[in-house]
């Protein structure tokens, strides 16, 4: 990131000189640097002399290049506080900010409170959260150049009016001229000026002699890359039902009483979620303001964005696939104040709107919400405080929320959480009903020997029944890959990465066994690479085995699979959708990513494979992600006239969770999973923070986790059983890419207390070389 800045820039080769100026007046800039600098280590802020000539210009929120070190080697900082230079400490000899980098702020005060905030929380260094906060193409000006430009002095108009001798040199061309660029909004360039004028470049240059016109280098944006899609046409006036009505109503208030208040709208698969969403942010645009709406990146379809961009004149879409320089046009774009909505991903919770009026998060529960790098932040909580910072309402949506969002709703405010308000949405529009769901055990249809494949007789009957109905059908199996073990039955292993503790799985298309964690690869093997045995045995069923398998079993149904390997490339999944849309596609069949957001009124069947994927991972979530699943995807069917049916394969019928989706009945999971969580200390009753540490060295990995664990037991708040501390254990995933994992847990009712003796222990901790570690606030990932 920096290269490109010093070679389009570079600092003139001596720092100013040390220079006492007007005492008065002095400022002091408070910077802070990216971790690259700094090696993430470093949580403060450094404190700089801002020098006279740009006492005027700086700003909080600008980057600064700054000398840092014993060696004063130039660095980018961001400039996040500037204070009066206390009377108290003149004798201080502060390093001098060398120059700014940004003409405009790049954050708001707002904004940098906000920042503050996550670094706080998430125990992380300022300039990091500064770093996710500001996307690399902004931070670069990606798709900008330098260009000079023509402008004209303020203080030139008055003696262009006045009747001075001045302005009887100016021919009625020239005055022409001077208009034309002062009528402009921005600067213009010469040719552009000439262009605006119908001139030649001749009487512009006698303008600049004279001094009428000036010229500075700024910034600006090449043209040409893309803009926000125009807006499609608006349908007609939708209707609400009751309950949208009832629910609307209650946002509305507080919009309209500029009321920052969290609302977590549970409406069920079908209910016109999305409806509420657009009316509450009408009612924000009519007033001139502007709003947020998160969706994950896998329900970032044209579908969904096409709601939003038939219903608003300006809607900016964030999703990963930008380049930098079309994110850092969209980031001017909305910056500008132009744009009415953002939609698009979690890092668009940053989105820099300045009339924000109300953020959305749609599907709230989902685990993509939660950066799975420094800074771990989760954007639901970021969006809070967001909200908080605002003023303004936050809505939640989910059909299944999590049970953090749920038990910080209603009467039941567990822990330390912050409480919202509980919107209920529990009917389909249009009086559709929710599809009916049979559950196939599949112990019993081993034991019969029913079915050599995966498809067991009463779902192949109901895939039967629905093509002939001219149904469509969506099959979600959670597993990509043809076998999902390499199993030698001598030694009695699975055939596992050799850098990763993860099994390999089959994939037959390439002949190979692939490590899902790493990448890692090899040819299929033949025999064990372990006791060479020969009798090698591919088991478990992944999407790639079960395509062929609905095939052969019907021939004549046209069938689309889709997962990460069917799916490479920019636009496949709007290609597979429309072909799915269109009915070109009657069978559907894939991973999570097909269980989510689609709203196809003709599918008439869906089929859970195998209900279990998820459900005895090592992670006390997962009957919560069990649950989440099969209720979504079940969600899928039953959206037009029709109706729907659901089919639920599971080797746990009993479990609740399969029990409570298969009812639709989000209240009776959370009324058995609660109690569940509280008894034993889980979150949502609690909070936590996981440590883990790596290093390619085992027993040192081992060594410093205990360190860290002795170090954090010792500390003076576990005295006072401020919190419980689980490890060091090695990690469910015990070795990845070469790095052996150990990870402690920390749980507490208090978080603050929780989270400052964990910042206080890992700031005085010394850290060999060979050893990386991180500290997750709220994980979501317990692998
Ligand atoms: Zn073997
Ligand atoms: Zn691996």
């Known amino acids: 990131m920096q290269p490109k800045l010093f070679s389009e820039e570079p600092p003139p080769?001596?720092?100013?000189?040390?220079?006492?100026?007007?005492?008065?007046?002095?400022?002091?800039?408070?910077?802070?640097?990216?971790?690259?600098?700094?090696?993430?280590?470093?949580?403060?802020?450094?404190?700089?002399?801002?020098?006279?000539?740009?006492?005027?210009?700086?700003?909080?929120?600008?980057?600064?290049?700054?000398?840092?070190?014993?060696?004063?080697?130039?660095?980018?900082?961001?400039?996040?506080?500037?204070?009066?230079?206390?009377?108290?400490?003149?004798?201080?000899?502060?390093?001098?900010?060398?120059s700014l980098l940004d003409e405009r702020r790049l954050l708001d005060d707002k904004m940098i409170e906000l920042t503050r905030w996550i670094a706080h929380y998430y125990l992380c260094p300022i300039g990091q959260?500064?770093?996710?906060?500001?996307?690399?193409?902004?931070?670069?000006?990606?798709?900008?150049?330098?260009?000079?430009?023509?402008?004209?002095?303020?203080?030139?108009?008055?003696?262009?009016?006045?009747?001075?001798?001045?302005?009887?040199?100016?021919?009625?061309?020239?005055?022409?001229?001077?208009?034309?660029?002062?009528?402009?909004?921005?600067?213009?360039?010469?040719?552009?000026?000439?262009?605006?004028?119908?001139?030649?470049?001749?009487?512009?240059?006698?303008?600049?002699?004279?001094?009428?016109?000036?010229?500075?280098?700024?910034?600006?944006?090449?043209?040409?890359?893309?803009?926000?899609?125009?807006?499609?046409?608006?349908?007609?006036?939708?209707?609400?039902?009751?309950?949208?009505?009832?629910?609307?109503?209650?946002?509305?208030?507080?919009?309209?009483?500029?009321?920052?208040?969290?609302?977590?709208?549970?409406g069920v698969t079908g209910s016109g979620k999305t409806e509420v969403y657009i009316q509450a942010i009408q009612e924000v645009v009519k007033r001139k303001k502007q709003a947020i709406v998160l969706v994950p990146e896998i329900s970032l379809t044209p579908q969904t964005v096409g709601r939003f961009q038939s219903r608003f004149a300006s809607v900016a879409v964030l999703h990963s696939h930008l380049t930098d320089a079309e994110r850092h046009r969209q980031w001017s774009n909305i910056a500008s104040g132009d744009v009415q909505v953002v939609v698009g991903a979690r890092s668009a919770i940053f989105a820099p709107l300045p009339r924000l009026g109300l953020i959305v998060i749609d599907e709230e529960h989902e685990n993509s919400f939660k950066q799975n790098s420094?800074?771990?932040?989760?954007?639901?909580?970021?969006?809070?405080?967001?909200?908080?910072?605002?003023?303004?309402?936050?809505?939640?949506?989910?059909?299944?929320?999590?049970?953090?969002?749920?038990?910080s709703s209603g009467d039941t405010v567990a822990g330390s959480l912050p409480p919202s308000v509980l919107l209920s949405m529990p009917h389909r529009v249009k009086n559709l009903q929710l599809p009916s769901v049979e559950i196939v055990d599949l112990r019993e249809e081993v034991r019969l020997r029913t079915t050599r494949g995966a498809i067991h007789r009463q779902l192949h009957q109901a895939i039967h029944e629905t093509l002939l109905a001219k149904g469509q059908i969506i099959l979600l199996l959670n597993h990509r890959g043809f076998s999902t073990q390499i199993h030698c039955p001598a030694c009695g292993e699975a055939i596992k990465c050799p850098h990763c503790d993860v099994s390999l799985t089959h994939h037959k298309a390439e002949e190979i066994a692939l490590c899902h964690h790493c990448e890692y690869q090899m040819p299929a093997p033949r025999e064990c690479p372990k006791c060479r045995f020969v009798g090698i045995r591919y088991i478990g069923f992944g999407t790639q085995k079960l395509e062929p398998e609905i095939k052969s079993r019907f021939p004549n149904a046209t069938v689309l699979r889709m997962d990460t390997d069917s799916m490479q490339g920019h636009g496949a999944h709007e290609r597979a959708f429309s072909q799915f849309r269109s009915g070109e596609v009657q069978i559907l069949l894939g991973t999570q990513m097909i269980a989510k957001g689609l709203d196809f009124p003709n599918v008439m069947l869906v089929g859970v494979i195998n209900a279990d994927t998820?459900?005895?991972?090592?992670?006390?979530?997962?009957?919560?992600?069990?649950?989440?699943?099969?209720?979504?995807?079940?969600?899928?069917?039953?959206?037009?006239?029709?109706?729907?049916r659901v089919i639920v394969q599971t080797f746990c019928p009993d479990h609740a969770a399969i029990l409570a989706a298969a009812k639709h009945d989000y209240n009776q999971f959370v009324q058995q999973e609660l109690p569940m969580r509280k008894s034993l200390g889980y979150p949502p009753y609690c909070r936590m923070i996981r440590i883990v540490v790596r290093s390619e060295n085992e027993a040192k990995a081992r060594e410093f986790a205990e360190l860290f664990a002795e170090r954090l037991a010792a500390a003076p708040c576990a005295a006072q059983g401020a919190f419980t501390l689980l490890g060091p254990a090695p990690a469910p995933i015990a070795k990845s890419r070469d790095y052996y994992r150990f990870h402690i847990q920390l749980r507490s009712e208090q978080g603050d207390a929780l989270r400052e003796c964990v910042r206080s222990v890992s700031l005085a901790l010394k850290t060999p070389p060979e050893i990386q570690w991180i500290v997750d606030v709220d994980p979501v990932d317990m692998l």
């Open 13 to 98: 080769p001596q720092l100013p000189p040390w220079e006492i100026d007007d005492l008065k007046n002095r400022k002091i800039a408070k910077v802070v640097f990216p971790a690259a600098v700094t090696g993430g280590r470093m949580p403060t802020a450094l404190d700089y002399l801002v020098p006279n000539h740009l006492v005027a210009q700086i700003e909080t929120g600008v980057r600064v290049l700054v000398p840092l070190g014993k060696g004063n080697r130039p660095q980018i900082g961001y400039c996040i506080d500037i204070q009066p230079w206390g009377i108290a400490q003149p004798n201080v000899k502060l390093k001098p900010v060398h």
């Open 129 to 266: 959260v500064l770093e996710a906060i500001l996307p690399a193409g902004v931070r670069s000006h990606a798709g900008t150049r330098l260009t000079t430009v023509l402008y004209v002095a303020d203080n030139e108009d008055g003696r262009r009016q006045t009747a001075d001798g001045s302005r009887k040199i100016l021919t009625p061309k020239q005055l022409h001229i001077l208009d034309t660029l002062q009528k402009s909004p921005e600067p213009l360039t010469m040719q552009e000026l000439q262009r605006a004028a119908k001139c030649s470049a001749a009487p512009i240059n006698t303008l600049k002699q004279l001094g009428f016109v000036h010229t500075k280098t700024m910034r600006r944006q090449r043209a040409g890359d893309c803009v926000p899609g125009p807006a499609t046409q608006s349908p007609a006036p939708y209707q609400l039902n009751a309950d949208q009505r009832r629910v609307l109503s209650e946002i509305v208030d507080a919009i309209q009483q500029r009321r920052h208040e969290t609302f977590l709208l549970h």
């Open 374 to 407: 420094t800074p771990r932040y989760h954007a639901r909580e970021v969006a809070r405080k967001r909200a908080e910072i605002e003023g303004i309402p936050l809505i939640l949506g989910s059909a299944t929320p999590s049970l953090e969002a749920w038990a």
């Open 614 to 644: 998820a459900l005895h991972l090592p992670d006390f979530r997962a009957a919560e992600r069990t649950f989440h699943l099969i209720t979504q995807v079940a969600g899928r069917t039953g959206r037009g006239e029709r109706g729907g």
